[in-house]
């Protein structure tokens, strides 16, 4: 996935890592702020109720939020997404082997009657899938909405 994702230029995250990559632009600028030590302490609990895994990374979210306009994710909804899409794939080859055992029971002359059985039941668990994974994402990208317009 952490491939699939740096080759999309989507950004990258290893699960064993304490940070992730959204961007993976390679031209970045340094900055150095000086925060008061209440507001650093704030931050700091701010950094760790909002699931970032550093200060910085929260940071960096929080400015990008202001310049972008568009909401950050941070480690665990990124990994919920990632869970999700994991899960959309299998969805993927679980409808593909579904289309081949149509066509290989359409070339064979075989009793479709017992194979459309088959198939709805599997179309059922598919649906049950879809409506997990779709729930899923709803929810995430709602929870990160929310956290942003705060």
């Given at each position: ?22 961007n ?92 459309g ?12 899938q ?5 729930t ?15």
């Open positions: 996935m952490s491939a699939e994702l740096s080759a999309n230029g989507e950004g990258h995250f290893n699960e064993n890592d304490s940070d992730f990559v959204i993976d632009s390679n031209e970045i600028r340094r900055l150095e702020l000086q925060v008061p030590l209440d507001i650093c302490e704030a931050l700091n609990e701010l950094t760790a109720k909002e699931g970032f895994p550093t200060l910085n990374r929260y940071a960096v979210a929080l400015l990008a939020v202001k310049a972008t306009g568009s909401p950050q994710l941070n480690l665990e909804e990124f990994k919920a997404l990632v869970s999700s899409n994991r899960q959309m794939m299998a969805i993927g080859r679980n409808l593909n082997q579904l289309v081949i055992d149509v066509k290989t029971a359409n070339a064979a002359n075989a009793d479709l009657s017992v194979i059985n088959f198939r709805f039941g599997v179309l059922e668990q598919l649906r049950e879809i409506g997990r994974h779709t899923l994402v709803r929810q995430v990208l709602a929870a990160n909405i929310t956290r942003w317009n705060t």
